[in-house]
């Protein structure tokens, strides 16, 4: 027998197994195979007279992924104090959807992922409850790692207060590392909050680590660490980042652009020699580009030292860029972090 006939067999004797009636196998068979009749109004109407309070409780955890989803939304409207439940059963469903999670983006997300996406736009799950999945997924991380972005979304959601409870597994996890920006961005700063003395050689590895981490070089953790917890021993890293990821490169520097400004605003903290050939590098030893040529880096640079260098301690490049900065590109610059720099702080 052909593979092709198969299929409508297996599925019609799981149907039958599960006692459903012919109306709701004709409802099951249109969401497993994704007809489009689903998103109907009139669909979701007949569907809720045809399955009771249980159908849709117990489809929410079916093996077709996409059956399994298009029931838990339909909980999430109509039963929303069964979701936690049913979201639980499935955390080690690693089954995947593709899901929307934008009116242009579309994501590919294990069932677990989507349930908590979805749960989050409606925000059902109460304080208890949240604490609970995070706990339940911090104890097993790494064979839930298709879970990591909960748990970096509960820990930048608690940096400021962190729970002694959960500084093993945490400690644990910051010396491996996280596998993405966000991930890195919420371990370290709740790592950073339980002030512990001891921590200081941990983090400082950890920061050495990720100044060569694929992120864009605007975007690099320890950067950004390093620019709100400027420690002397700090410096060495911003340098070791300039040479292992800035010199030799074409840099990014155009009117509302700078690909440095993270490290320059790092680099300004410091009031030290090594802080100075550190800013001479980036000042006049790297290379920019921008589109149609229109650099605009010694713009930037100005910029930044007449807004952050209060103590004049690199007065040499900022009197020095003054003369040689363009008037019409500084204008454009300086108007576009007006408009900008107070949603980026």
């Known amino acids: 027998m052909k593979r092709n006939t198969l299929l409508p067999i297996i599925l019609l004797l799981f149907l039958t197994s599960c006692s459903y009636s012919e109306k709701q196998q004709a409802v099951i068979e249109k969401i497993t195979k994704k007809n489009e009749a689903r998103f109907d109004e009139g669909f979701r109407k007949n569907l809720l007279d045809e399955f009771s309070k249980g159908d849709i409780i117990r489809l929410s955890s079916d093996e077709n992924p996409e059956l399994a989803l298009y029931f838990y939304r339909v909980l999430l409207e109509k039963y929303p104090e069964e979701c936690f439940d049913v979201l639980m ?6 089954k995947q959807s593709v899901i929307s999670t934008s009116y242009d983006t579309l994501n ?6 989507a349930m908590m996406f979805w749960e989050s736009q409606k925000n059902i799950f109460t304080k208890d409850q949240k604490k609970k999945l995070f706990e ?5 991380i790494e064979h839930r790692t298709h879970l990591d972005g909960y748990i970096f979304m509960y820990l930048l959601d608690h940096e400021k207060n962190p729970d002694p409870a959960y500084y093993p597994a945490i400690k644990k996890m910051i010396t491996k590392g ?3 920006y966000m991930g890195n961005f919420a371990l370290l700063n709740y790592f950073t909050n339980y002030n512990k003395p001891e921590d200081s050689l941990i983090i400082k590895d950890f920061l050495k680590k990720n100044i060569s981490e694929d992120s864009d070089i605007h975007m690099n953790i320890s950067v950004e660490y390093i620019r ?8 060495s890293i911003l340098q070791e980042f ?3 990821r800035v010199k030799g490169e074409k840099i990014q520097a155009n009117n509302s652009f700078f690909e440095l400004e993270d490290l320059t605003k790092a680099t300004l903290q410091y009031k030290t020699e090594s802080a100075k050939k550190l800013m001479n590098d980036i000042a006049y030893k790297t290379s920019f580009t921008a589109s149609k040529n229109n650099i605009a880096a010694k713009e930037h640079i100005y910029y930044l030292l007449k807004k952050y260098d209060t103590s004049d301690y690199f007065s040499e490049i900022t009197n020095d ?4 900065a363009d008037k019409v590109k500084l204008d454009s610059l300086t108007a576009w972090h007006k408009r900008w720099d107070r949603h980026m702080q």
């Open 136 to 140: 339940t997924i911090l104890a097993d």
């Open 108 to 113: 590919e997300m294990t069932v677990p992922e």
């Open 178 to 180: 996280a596998n993405h």
């Open 228 to 235: 709100k917890h400027p420690k002397p021993s700090y410096l």
């Open 321 to 324: 860029f003054e003369k040689k």
């Open 242 to 244: 300039y040479d292992k």
């Open 89 to 94: 059963k499935n955390l080690d469903n690693k």
